[in-house]
């Protein structure tokens, strides 16, 4: 399910780690529902296991309460294969490491980040998921003429 964070904001700041994901990388970012702001941290180029690992050594590293997971569509909204693979890899982090996993619609995120001179466009990209999540409706407004 696609969704953003709920209006009332938790008791506590919570700390989250979003993905773009992609089948060779996967950029990541991380932001805080206090400040209610992401920012790139890096991209990961491993896959399969090795993937994992590294996102193990972030997960340690950040502590994060929650992960954000981008999910691509077709501009009409509707799915193809990637929508499918990216969710596959919110169902195995879900799995793997037992946190709470939030799917965000990433449409047209890698090109705004590339559109923003961004110098590694998946953790910017990332930034640009975790955003979207964390302040859902300024992302709708952003993004209404895209």
Same mark, same amino acid.
Not at 67 to 79: R, S
């Given at each position: 399910?696609?969704? $953003?964070?709920?209006?009332?904001?938790?008791?506590?700041? &919570?700390?989250? +780690?979003?993905?773009?994901?992609?089948?060779?990388?996967? $950029?990541?970012?991380?932001? *805080?529902?206090?400040?209610?702001?992401?920012?790139? +941290? !890096?991209?990961?180029?491993?896959? $399969?296991?090795?993937?994992?690992?590294? %996102?193990?050594?972030? +997960?340690?590293?950040?502590?994060?309460?929650?992960?954000?997971?981008?999910?691509?569509?077709?501009? /009409?909204?509707?799915?193809?294969? *990637?929508?499918?693979?990216?969710?596959?890899?919110? !169902? &195995?982090?879900?799995?793997?490491?037992?946190?709470?996993?939030?799917?965000? /619609?990433?449409?047209?995120?890698?090109?705004?980040? +590339?559109?923003?001179?961004?110098?590694?466009?998946?953790?910017?990209?990332?930034?640009? %998921?975790?955003?979207?999540?964390? *302040?859902?409706?300024?992302?709708?407004?952003?993004?209404?003429?895209?």
């Amino acid at each position: 399910m696609l969704e $953003g964070l709920a209006a009332g904001a938790p008791a506590r700041p &919570q700390t989250l +780690l979003s993905f773009d994901f992609g089948t060779r990388r996967v $950029g990541v970012a991380c932001g *805080n529902t206090l400040l209610r702001q992401a920012r790139p +941290l !890096r991209t990961l180029a491993a896959v $399969g296991d090795a993937r994992f690992a590294a %996102i193990a050594a972030l +997960l340690a590293e950040w502590q994060p309460d929650a992960l954000v997971v981008g999910v691509p569509f077709h501009p /009409d909204g509707a799915a193809h294969d *990637n929508t499918q693979r990216a969710r596959r890899f919110a !169902r &195995q982090l879900q799995g793997r490491f037992g946190l709470p996993v939030h799917e965000v /619609d990433e449409r047209y995120t890698t090109v705004e980040a +590339l559109a923003q001179g961004a110098a590694d466009a998946d953790a910017a990209a990332a930034a640009l %998921i975790l955003d979207q999540y964390l *302040n859902p409706i300024a992302a709708e407004t952003d993004h209404a003429g895209t």
